[in-house]
Nanobody, 116 residues
Framework: QVQLVESGGGLVQAGGSLRLSCAAS?????IAWYRQAPGKQRELVAT???????NYADSVKGRFTISRDNAKNTLYLQMNSLKPEDTAVYYC?????????????WGQGTQVTVSS
């Protein structure tokens, strides 16, 4: 069974920084971070392809950086200049190799709370 395990969330003041990590149980292809605030739909935050190409939601461009370490099967999201509106549960999503094929999987989520 494939797994994605997030870590690094917490409480931070506006203007602060956090670094989220997402450890996969196997190799991955394209990877993404999503977030879901209370009462809102889950939204795409950032993606990174297997080749390293990145894309960001307009709301986080210039503040967040997505990266990956393929040797460690780990994805990162560096979040700087955090705003209260960044408060949400953050999820990683990826196709993870299960030994036979790539299986799409979600992490359990990590809470990020930004106080004003």
């Amino acid at each position: 069974q494939v797994q994605l395990v997030e870590s690094g969330g917490g409480l931070v003041q506006a203007g602060g920084s956090l670094r989220l990590s997402c450890a996969a149980s196997g190799s991955t292809r394209d990877i993404a971070w999503y977030r879901q605030a209370p009462g809102k739909q889950r939204e795409l935050v950032a993606t990174v392809s297997s080749g390293g190409r990145t894309n960001y939601a307009d709301s986080v461009k210039g503040r967040f950086t997505i990266s990956r370490d393929n040797a460690k099967n780990t994805l990162y999201l560096q979040m700087n200049s955090l705003k209260p509106e960044d408060t949400a549960v953050y999820y990683c999503n990826a196709d993870v190799w299960n030994g036979a094929y790539y299986e799409n999987s979600w992490g359990q989520g990590t809470q990020v709370t930004v106080s004003s």
